[in-house]
């Protein structure tokens, strides 16, 4: 047996060959954020003596999914997987979404194994969610030791380990791609927009992002008030979060997420925040020139909104009455009738239509009109709606995107997924998919015959379908409606 031994900065790492892939899993790379690092901003690993045994994916972050409570808070963990041969191989980093409340690296539909067989390393890793990652409490009396952004401080020091650390494992720390899709690919938005960041990759592609999920010290106390009223907590026991049992504030969490939109329509759940990690809001930031010379796809999947939009625990409105509240609470009453119409004279479900719009379809081509003046884009649109997608009436969902690009076939959401479709249906969109994928993380080109640069609101996009195609899409009458108009940035 080979002794896959490899020597970095924090010490020496055995790796394990499995089915013809090289891994490096649970990599620790930063302190355990516990005790007196609760609620504090990633602190970088300590050096460890003799041989790390990088067998087994670390434990998950704290979170409750699908009504478990689960994982623990030593999770910032980073895992590689690679091609037994080559080096100074492309690097592809991939951040995990799940709205910054629930997700994990070592989720078998984020097994990297085909990119590796693709000649490319393919790296993960953890950060902490929801109350522990992203709630802030530095505005509150009894938590000024507390610091904020913690789950993004979390993003920030993996990828510096993994810059400083790729080579060791045969990566090319100069051409690292960093992905992800959901709060995954708001995560990459927020890292072109973060100035700790800058420099530490090259490329990025965000997938289904939600680019204005941050939020104002202020604004993010509406989602902790409610919290705290669901914890049956004053202020004054704030304090207590810093010794209690992380999995009691799950319950109190979860059910916040389900009254929130009541209380506040159109607010995101509890996300980064502007601060010195963040200081200007991500789009605003690109607009400067933050990621000036990043490569950038960029793209939407056609029915986000069906993920979310309910008629019970709602994730965004769901009647004209909430949009009204929400464009009330944010100043836009005039603005108020010209969406409504717009609405109802282009959409079938026009909520599913609003939400899809206002989340993902309307910021992501805000980026990409940012980020075109600085560095090349591409964008596309997931409009592939299986037979499942249709009986379902989730058609083009949130996430759907997944299982193609990831050539994951047998994962239980991609069971769901492709359900009722032929082999070779399956196997098409995936290779549609995939394959723009890997060029792109290899060459800096998602395929320049078929997939020409954003230029503008009524650009030309690449359509992944049954039949994928290369495709005009005018939506300056979308952008006129909405034009700049901001909620919740008090």
Known sequence: MKDYIVATKSGKIRGYERNGILEYLGIPFAQPPKGELRFKRARAVTPWEGILDAKEYGPVPVQLNDGVIQGSEDCLTINIQRPLEGEKL??????????????????DLYNGAVFAREGILFV???YRLNVLGFYDFTTYPGCEDFESNCGLSDQILALQWIHENI?????????????????????????????KAKGLFSQAI???????????????????????EKMGWTQEDLPKLKTIDPYELQKAHAAMNDVQQYRNPGLFQPCPVQDDLLPVRPIDAIRQGSAKGVKLIIGTNLNEGTMF???????????????????????HAEALPEIIRYYLDHSEDPFVDFATDYAFQMPALKVAQAQ?????????????????????GMKASHAFDLPCMFANKDFEFSRFLFDGEPEEVKDKIIRDMLTPWVDFIKTGEP????????????????????NTRTEKLDRTGLMEVWKDLRFYEE
Not at 170 to 190: K, L, M, Q, Y
Not at 372 to 392: C, D, L, N
């Open 309 to 331: 939009v309910h008629p019970e625990k709602t994730g965004f409105p769901n009647s004209w009455s909430m949009v009204a509240e929400m464009f009330e609470k944010n100043g």
């Open 206 to 228: 965000a997938q289904s992002a939600l680019p204005n999920c941050v939020m104002s010290h202020q604004v993010a106390r509406r989602n902790i008030d409610i919290f705290l």
């Open 167 to 195: 080579a060791a494992f045969g990566g090319d720390p100069d051409r690292i791609t960093i992905a992800g899709e959901s709060a995954g690919g708001a995560s990459v938005v927020n890292l072109m927009a973060a100035p």
């Open 372 to 392: 075109k003046e600085y560095g090349r884009v591409w964008m596309y649109r997931y409009e592939f709606i299986s037979a499942s997608g249709q009986k379902t």
């Open 124 to 126: 993960s890793f953890q």
């Open 447 to 466: 395929d320049p015959a078929v997939w020409p640069l954003y230029t503008g609101y009524d650009s030309m996009v690449r359509i992944f379908d049954r």
């Open 90 to 107: 492309p690097v592809f980093v991939w951040i995990y979404g799940g709205g910054y409340n629930i997700g994990r690296a070592s989720d």
